[in-house]
C-alpha cells in the first residue's frame, strides 16, 4: 500500500500542469452540475399518493359543489396512472366551497411517470372545470410544519388591520402571477361569501313572549344541523340531525317563513318581529385564519412542473383574511 502511494505520488509531482489542469476541470465541472442539479428545501419525493385540492366560488351550493367535485374526481380517475381516489366537499375549515382528494397511483413500474409528470398532465384537464380550480401535489414523508397546506411552501401575511389585508392579498397575488417561473397561482382569501341580516324588533318580541334565545335556537334548529338524538343497532351507531328540508336551504326568503315557538306554545312567524337586510357591501367572509392572535393570509408554493429534467416550483397563493 505504501509503495504504491508513493509511486502514485511521485507520477503527481513530475507532472504538475496536468494536475493543475485536471484540478481546474473538476472546479469547471462541479460548477457545472451545480447549476443543473434540481434544487429546494427539501427532494421531491415520489411516494405514489398525490393529495388534491379543489376551492369553488364563494357563494357555490352544497349540492353545486358536489358536482364539480364528481367531475374532477371522474377526471382523474381517468388519468392511465391513477389507481383510487377519494373526494369530499366541505374538510377541516368546513366551508361548502372546498373541496379534497386522496389519490392513489399504480407502482412506478406500471405508470411510466414520475408523480410530478402525472400531476402536468392532468393540471390541463383540470383547467377545463369552469369555477372549481384544483391544486394537486405529491404527498411527501417528511414535511415541516403543522398547518395543513395544498402546497409545499407557504407564506404568511398578518395584520392587525383586516381591511389592509383584504387590500394588499390581490395585490400579492397579481404580482406573483406575472412570474414565468412559477405557476398554479391562486388564492383561498375568502372575503366575498354571500350574507344577510337577520334584524328582529326587541320590543315587538318581547310582547309576544319571544326572547333572543328562541329565536337564535329556531334559527340554529333550522339551519344549523343539530344533533338531537343518537341511535344504537347492534353494529353501529347513526346520528340523528335536526333540519330544514334541502330544497330550502338555497334562498334566504326561507327565513320568512320561519315560524318561532313563544313561550305559551303560540306559533309566531319570523317575519312579523324580525326583518332581513344585507351588509353594506353585500360580501362577508366564510372563514378567517387565525395566526398568533391576528388574522394571516397565507402563500404556499409547491415544486410540481418537470421541463427538461429540472423542476420548476410551482406556487400555490393562500390569502386568509
Same mark, same amino acid.
Given at each position: 500500500?505504501?509503495?504504491?502511494?508513493?509511486?502514485?505520488?511521485?507520477?503527481?509531482?513530475?507532472?504538475?500542469?496536468?494536475?493543475?489542469?485536471?484540478?481546474? +476541470?473538476?472546479?469547471?465541472?462541479?460548477?457545472?452540475?451545480?447549476?443543473?442539479?434540481?434544487? =429546494?428545501?427539501?427532494?421531491?419525493?415520489?411516494?405514489?399518493?398525490?393529495?388534491?385540492?379543489?376551492?369553488?366560488?364563494?357563494?357555490?351550493?352544497?349540492? @353545486?359543489?358536489? /358536482?364539480?367535485?364528481?367531475?374532477?374526481?371522474?377526471?382523474?380517475?381517468?388519468?392511465?396512472?391513477?389507481?383510487?381516489?377519494?373526494?369530499?366537499?366541505?374538510?377541516?375549515?368546513?366551508?361548502?366551497?372546498?373541496?379534497?382528494?386522496?389519490?392513489?397511483?399504480?407502482?412506478?413500474?406500471?405508470?411510466?411517470?414520475?408523480?410530478?409528470?402525472?400531476? @402536468?398532465?392532468?393540471?390541463?384537464?383540470?383547467?377545463?372545470?369552469?369555477?372549481?380550480?384544483?391544486?394537486?401535489? @405529491?404527498?411527501?414523508?417528511?414535511?415541516?410544519?403543522?398547518?395543513?397546506?395544498?402546497? /409545499?411552501?407557504?407564506?404568511?401575511?398578518?395584520?392587525?388591520?383586516?381591511?389592509?389585508?383584504?387590500?394588499?392579498?390581490?395585490?400579492?397575488?397579481?404580482?406573483?402571477?406575472?412570474?414565468?417561473?412559477?405557476?398554479?397561482?391562486?388564492?383561498? /382569501?375568502?372575503?366575498?361569501?354571500?350574507?344577510?341580516?337577520?334584524?328582529?324588533?326587541?320590543?315587538?318580541?318581547?310582547?309576544?313572549?319571544?326572547?333572543?334565545?328562541?329565536?337564535?335556537?329556531?334559527?340554529?334548529?333550522?339551519? =344549523?344541523?343539530?344533533?338531537?338524538?343518537?341511535?344504537?343497532?347492534?353494529?353501529?351507531?347513526?346520528?340523528?340531525?335536526?333540519?330544514? @328540508?334541502?330544497?330550502?336551504?338555497?334562498?334566504?326568503?326561507?327565513?320568512?317563513?320561519?315560524?318561532?315557538?313563544?313561550?305559551?306554545?303560540?306559533?309566531?312567524?319570523?317575519?312579523?318581529? +324580525?326583518?332581513?337586510?344585507?351588509?353594506?357591501?353585500?360580501?362577508?367572509?366564510? /372563514?378567517?385564519?387565525?395566526?398568533?392572535?391576528?388574522?394571516?393570509?397565507?402563500?404556499?408554493?409547491?415544486?410540481?412542473?418537470?421541463?427538461?429534467?429540472?423542476?420548476?416550483?410551482?406556487?400555490?397563493?393562500?390569502?386568509?383574511?
Amino acid at each position: 500500500m505504501r509503495g504504491g502511494y508513493a509511486h502514485s505520488l511521485g507520477w503527481v509531482l513530475r507532472h504538475p500542469r496536468g494536475m493543475l489542469a485536471l484540478t481546474l +476541470a473538476t472546479m469547471a465541472f462541479s460548477v457545472y452540475l451545480y447549476t443543473i442539479v434540481p434544487k =429546494g428545501f427539501f427532494p421531491q419525493q415520489d411516494t405514489g399518493r398525490m393529495f388534491g385540492n379543489i376551492q369553488a366560488a364563494q357563494d357555490i351550493s352544497f349540492q @353545486a359543489m358536489r /358536482q364539480k367535485l364528481t367531475e374532477i374526481v371522474d377526471i382523474v380517475k381517468s388519468d392511465p396512472a391513477v389507481d383510487t381516489v377519494t373526494g369530499f366537499s366541505g374538510g377541516g375549515s368546513g366551508n361548502s366551497n372546498t373541496g379534497r382528494m386522496f389519490i392513489g397511483l399504480k407502482p412506478l413500474h406500471e405508470r411510466q411517470l414520475s408523480v410530478d409528470q402525472v400531476i @402536468a398532465r392532468l393540471r390541463p384537464k383540470l383547467a377545463q372545470v369552469p369555477g372549481a380550480p384544483t391544486v394537486l401535489q @405529491a404527498i411527501q414523508d417528511l414535511r415541516i410544519g403543522g398547518r395543513a397546506s395544498s402546497a /409545499q411552501y407557504q407564506y404568511t401575511l398578518q395584520s392587525v388591520d383586516l381591511a389592509e389585508l383584504n387590500t394588499w392579498a390581490p395585490k400579492v397575488e397579481r404580482q406573483l402571477r406575472t412570474l414565468k417561473e412559477i405557476a398554479d397561482v391562486n388564492s383561498d /382569501q375568502q372575503d366575498k361569501g354571500q350574507q344577510s341580516l337577520v334584524i328582529f324588533d326587541r320590543l315587538t318580541a318581547s310582547r309576544l313572549g319571544l326572547s333572543p334565545q328562541l329565536i337564535d335556537d329556531t334559527l340554529y334548529d333550522a339551519f =344549523g344541523q343539530r344533533q338531537v338524538s343518537i341511535l344504537y343497532t347492534p353494529l353501529n351507531q347513526y346520528h340523528v340531525v335536526m333540519e330544514v @328540508a334541502p330544497q330550502y336551504w338555497q334562498n334566504p326568503s326561507t327565513l320568512q317563513e320561519i315560524y318561532v315557538r313563544s313561550r305559551s306554545g303560540m306559533q309566531v312567524p319570523l317575519s312579523a318581529v +324580525a326583518r332581513l337586510r344585507s351588509p353594506s357591501k353585500g360580501m362577508g367572509s366564510p /372563514q378567517v385564519t387565525i395566526t398568533s392572535r391576528l388574522p394571516s393570509p397565507r402563500n404556499r408554493a409547491r415544486c410540481g412542473r418537470i421541463s427538461s429534467g429540472r423542476c420548476t416550483r410551482v406556487w400555490k397563493l393562500t390569502l386568509m383574511a
